[in-house]
RNA sequence: GCGGCAUUAGUUCAGUAGGUUAGAACGCCAGAUUGUGGAUCUGGAGGUCGUCGGUUCGAGCCCGACAUGCCGCC
């Protein structure tokens, strides 16, 4: 028999509050935890090294099951001998499902009981994606956490469209769930082929859904946690809806969320958004924002979100954020850092998402911290001020 | 020296038969962005129409002089 794929000790609690640590086959991750996004095999803007460094220390990041699997191609990542080979990384690697996609890119999608049908933005040729083959697809990525093929109803959606997508979600789960044991069995995993041997399988997470209503989100906890996942992600949240029900679904789910796996928020979010969701028992994170926003001129630092593109830091020689340790503001000026970007150059798009990486994952440091020496009630409080300073 | 053409927003240009607050693109100034299509979207500011004078109820458009630039001719 194999090891366990996950292990997951909570060491610390302040509140709902966790600090713990997560053991996938690829090392230990201390949560809460920040997973920068890598949707197409490459966290953008940034080298693998720089992800490694002290700046960032990144444990594990995000590789996507729609974009890898349409380009390059799973034929050409099992050829590499699975994704962390393909890349060049060999820390741990988390794979969204492809489920979102479904949603995100909407417009061109069918989608039934079996699966979804959709056109590929790449070519516009015609594919279709179900539990099933998203497993499979994961698999032969080796990803070292599965995530279940789900559906995402949009922020607003009615009692009724949610409840039937909750519904499907959840058959979707079992079946994610039943194809993801098989293919463990049969090792089509490309992890398992490693010469250097890993220390357990894929594991596999399932996904809350319900959008902002609170019974049909605590059936789908209740549903989901029957089937049984090595963690639990809540999704459909960040898509539409009011910012106080994203906060009125985390308080009164998490807590409910087994103690004893990981839970995770799916595709959040700022700097707020994930200290807040710490504070009501959430331990993991990804979000495109610092690498997105990065490129498109936009800086989170501790003192709130600041526009690069700004002309008020024409002539200014301070760092981006005169308490951050990153290498970027130990050795750049905002009027540089302006005049990269203003020129069109590809460093501004480098140095702002390798800052903003850094001020998230620091954040989670501080976050972890805390909660170990019970100050995070002093920490939240003194973080959210600090944020709503502004600039300067 | 003579002749032709040009001159309208920061830039490149439109401006219909002379008719109320002169337009576009880009740029500029801002904003949005939450399981990434290196994407996209949304606002805003900015012009004494080269200068002076004339014709007209009314001129960016017509007339004259001047200025500046380009081209051609002696």
Known sequence: MTAAALRFTVDAQDGEARAGVLTTRRGQIETPVFMPVGTAGTVKGIRFEELES??????????????????????VIRAAGGLHRFIGWDRALLTDSGGFQVWSLGALRKISEEGTEFRSHVDGSLRFLSPEVSMEVQAALGSDIVMVFDECAPGQASHEETERSMNLTTRWA??????????????????????????????????????????????????????GFDGYAIGGLSVGEEKSVMFDVIEDIAPRMPKDAPRYLMGVGTPEDLVEAVARGVDMFDCVLPTRNGRTGQAFTSRGKLNIKNAQWTNDTRPLDESCACSVCGRHSRAYLRHLYM??????????????????????????QSIRSGDFPKFRREFIERLDANGE
């Open 54 to 75: 002290k700046d960032l220390d990144a444990k594990i990041i995000l590789g996507n099951t729609y974009h890898l699997w349409l380009r390059p191609g799973i034929n």
């Open 174 to 227: 079992k079946r994610s769930k039943t194809a993801f044991n098989q293919l463990q069995i049969e090792r089509v995993d490309t992890g398992y082929l490693e010469a250097e041997g890993l220390s357990g399988t894929q594991a596999l997470f399932g996904i809350i859904q319900g959008a902002g209503h609170l019974e049909l989100r605590r059936t789908s906890l209740e549903e989901t946690v029957n089937i």
């Open 343 to 368: 020129t069109g150059e590809l460093l501004a798009s480098i140095l702002l998402t390798h800052h903003n990486l850094a001020f998230f994952l620091d954040t989670m440091r501080g976050v972890r």
